[in-house]
């Protein structure tokens, strides 16, 4: 008894405080916790969102569509008797995505660490490069950035214009050939350094530049100054912006969409994993698949994101000596 009145005044101290966070409670379990339980129930079924009478529970079906191949499987039975094909692309866009993303998330992070050091010298004008760095990133992930990165890359593009004006002839088309046309992707998200590089400026202007002229003073060039000093000292927002980074390239979309066709390109070779999720889902109404498809998603983001922070230990220091 003594419990519940406990409980009791503990609400009506709160009331007013939860009264204001209703609105936020009522979107977060409408809009996120219900689309999550369902999509999760979805992904054990054969959900064809144009026929949603003919629903049924196949259990682990749409995982054995996507794994079947590494099993030697090209059809198998579900636990309902209904055959089902296996999927031979889904292996093609898990490799393209690894590669993208293991590619594109280190180049990325070297390339903005080293404009941060630049804009973190004492120069002229550094605000407003700063600026022009960071639109990039505002504008990267849109349509019409994409629609543009189509226009420079293929084959009557301006880029190949420029090579052929310095003496290069017989230029590929980059979009539209299966060896390159994964790079160009890459090549933009790296220019997309914008957001990564504001937040290693930030950390650089964290650090003491005592600890620089000290260093001065025993005689360490700046080479190694930056492995000793800089490089420890922004190993906490190193390890922010990995983990943003690679949450974010996992779930690349508009541009493998725009720049390949909306079809994975030539041969696959920019079939992100969203994007053949988003082709399964809304081109072939296979929505329980899809689903079962974002669920491994979210689970192949979660595993490489707590490996991270696993081996954070071993490079990161927090300046506490250990």
Known sequence: MYKMSGVVRFFRRNAVGYLFLTP???????????????SLWLGFTNYDFTQPDSTQ?????????????????????????EAMRADPYYMKSLSVTFTYVFVSVPLKLI??????????????????????????TLLGGSVAIAVLWRK??????????????????????????????LWTLVLLTVWQFGSSMIIFLAGLKQIPQDYYEAASVDGAGKGRQFFTITIPLLSPVILFTLVLQIITTFQAFTQAYIIGGGSG???????????????????????????????VLL?????????????????????TGE
């Open 24 to 38: 936020w409670f009522l979107g977060f379990f409408i809009l996120t916790v219900y689309p999550m339980a369902y």
């Open 57 to 81: 529970w196949i259990g682990i079906g749409n995982y054995m569509k996507m794994f079947g191949p590494l099993f030697g499987l090209s059809s198998f039975t579900t636990s309902i008797g």
């Open 111 to 136: 390339f903005a660490l080293a404009v941060a050091m630049l804009m973190n010298q004492k120069l002229k004008g550094v605000p407003f490069y700063r600026a022009v760095y960071y639109i990039p």
């Open 152 to 181: 420079l890359f293929e084959k009557s593009g301006l880029v190949n214009s420029l090579l052929e004006a310095v003496g290069f002839s017989d230029l590929p088309g980059w979009i539209t050939n299966p060896r390159y046309a």
């Open 265 to 295: 390109g030539v041969l696959n070779s920019t079939l992100f994993y969203t994007l053949h999720l988003y082709i399964q889902g809304w081109t072939y109404y296979e929505m329980g698949y899809a689903s079962a498809m974002a669920w």
């Open 299 to 319: 689970v192949i983001i979660g595993v490489f994101t707590a490996l991270v922070f696993r081996t954070s230990d071993l490079w990161v220091s927090y300046g």
